[in-house]
């Protein structure tokens, strides 16, 4: 650093007026209109060291990007400084060790597309554009959770930025109790410049199962879809979605299979004994065209809001909350949110509870409503109907991912992200690594003195 206002970078130094900058602080939610004082585009570890202590000379807070998937939009600091990692974006990937070094800038896609031409992959999200290190710190699912765990179950090593701009290492062997944090605690303890993730032999092949229902006539049908669930080989991952068509609400329930799709069609004479849907689809794509169906091409246009639960359980009047979506019938306005499910348990569930700050092990599918709209008219409206859709189901719910929690949901959404215990284990580790709660701009944990 030669100045507090000029810092040697290797990257860029960006402030309102700049090109780039806008580009810069925009995120997965049109909603999120903050403009930091400045954007440091971190294309080393020494430029996010070099940020770190420059946002404490100035005493400005701390907003780190990664893939600006966080709809909360937490990476925006208003007139603070943000922390760009999107430069940092390399992947190596070792195929004879099965591991992957991967970037805190990088994105899912990346990862995947240096992963697959050995025919190696590892849990990582359902969209290409998403951050792999927001994703990983929180948890991260994917299609191949229930077969090889979570995203951090798959990291080896973590190496972090400190609040004091130190570089440490964190692994099952150094600083054990920060790996163990890291795993499912978020960005609170720092920031994460590179994970090191196992790697698994996957083979490129998939299929994708979806069977369409009239919303009236679907509560049979996902009742035996959840019954055929809690069967299914690890390999598939079930869903069930709930949305509004013009000629009605559709229910639409399957899975995602990733392996040889010959494996894949052994499930599909039980799901069409569900009943008579009036649309299948059963397609297969390869694992990186899996991985990227669900993109969306300007996203960041769209102004966002979702409510999210974990449910270990779901018995007939969730099934009937689902179907409803908050209302009190099933075709009642045009701004309901659109609801879904996706299965956890297998591999996600063989880890110990203690073993990671990630919690609710036991859970049976993750629930999320969520709206996207264009027109700020429309903001109150569209997430009073998210919000009464999951409180609808909020009287099964275990628990919520810290990565789906909604950003007015503040103390009480991270209590029910992580239980009393392992709240009290992540406050003294915070407490260590952090004492003055520099990394706040999160789903935050404050130290014990705060």
């Known amino acids: 650093m030669t100045t507090a206002t000029s810092p040697r970078l290797d990257g860029r130094l ?26 440091v585009r971190a294309a080393s570890v020494t430029d996010v060291v070099t940020a770190v202590r420059l946002a404490r000379e100035l005493d400005l807070e701390i907003g780190v990007r990664c893939g600006g998937h966080n709809v909360a939009g937490l990476a925006v600091p208003a007139n603070g400084l943000m922390i760009d990692l999107t430069p940092l974006n390399g992947v190596r990937v070792d195929p004879i060790r099965r591991r ?34 927001g994703l990983t710190l929180g948890g991260g699912m994917g299609w191949l959770a229930r077969r090889h765990g979570l995203a951090c179950d798959n990291v080896v090593s973590y ?18 109790d920060l790996f163990w944090g890291l795993r499912g605690g978020g960005g609170n303890f720092g920031i994460v410049t590179d994970f090191e993730f196992q790697l698994h032999h996957t083979g490129t092949l998939t299929l994708v199962a979806e069977f369409d229902f009239r919303a009236e006539d679907a509560v049979p049908v996902l009742e035996g879809w959840r019954d055929l669930n809690a069967v299914a080989p690890r390999q598939a991952t079930f ?9 009605g609400p559709i229910a639409t329930v399957g899975f995602v299979w990733v392996g040889d799709p010959a494996q894949g069609h052994r499930l599909l004479p039980a799901m069409r004994a569900l009943g008579r849907p009036v649309a299948e689809r059963v397609t297969t794509p390869s694992y990186l065209e899996l991985q990227q169906r669900d993109d969306t091409t300007g996203g960041h246009a769209y102004r966002r809001y979702s409510s999210a ?11 009937e909350a689902f179907l409803l979506r908050g209302a ?21 569930a063989d880890v110990a509870d203690a073993d990671a700050a990630f919690s609710h092990r036991g859970t049976m599918f993750e629930f999320g409503a969520g709206s996207r709209w264009t027109d700020p008219i429309e903001d109150d409206n569209r997430m009073a109907a998210a919000r009464t859709a999951g409180a609808e189901l909020a009287p099964y719910a275990n628990g919520v991912y ?31 690594w952090d004492p003055q709660n520099v990394f706040h701009l999160n789903h935050n944990i404050p130290p014990s003195h705060a």
């Not at 990346?110 to 792999?132: F, I, K």
């Not at 009642?332 to 299965?343: E, I, S, W």
């Open 100 to 133: 992957a070094r991967v970037q805190g800038g990088a994105l899912l896609g990346a990862l995947d597309r240096a992963s697959q031409p050995y025919g190696l992959a590892t849990t990582a999200g359902n969209v290409s554009h998403t951050g792999v290190g």
């Open 309 to 319: 639960h974990y449910l270990r359980h779901f018995p007939t009047a969730a099934i």
């Open 328 to 348: 009190t019938d099933l075709c009642a306005g045009t701004q309901l949110p659109g609801v879904g499910l996706q299965a956890h348990g297998g591999a996600i």
């Open 14 to 39: 960006l402030t309102p007026g700049d090109p780039g900058y806008d580009a810069a602080r925009t995120v997965w939610n049109a909603m999120i209109d903050r403009r930091p004082r400045m954007i």
């Open 159 to 176: 190496t972090m930025v400190t609040a004091d701009g130190d570089v440490v290492t964190a692994s099952r062997t150094d600083n054990p």
């Open 239 to 247: 869903t069930a979605d709930v949305h509004s068509t013009a000629s």
């Open 402 to 432: 810290v990565n789906s929690l909604a950003a007015d949901e503040g103390q009480r959404g991270v209590r029910r992200a992580y239980p009393a215990a392992k709240l009290a284990r992540l406050t003294a580790l915070k407490t260590i």
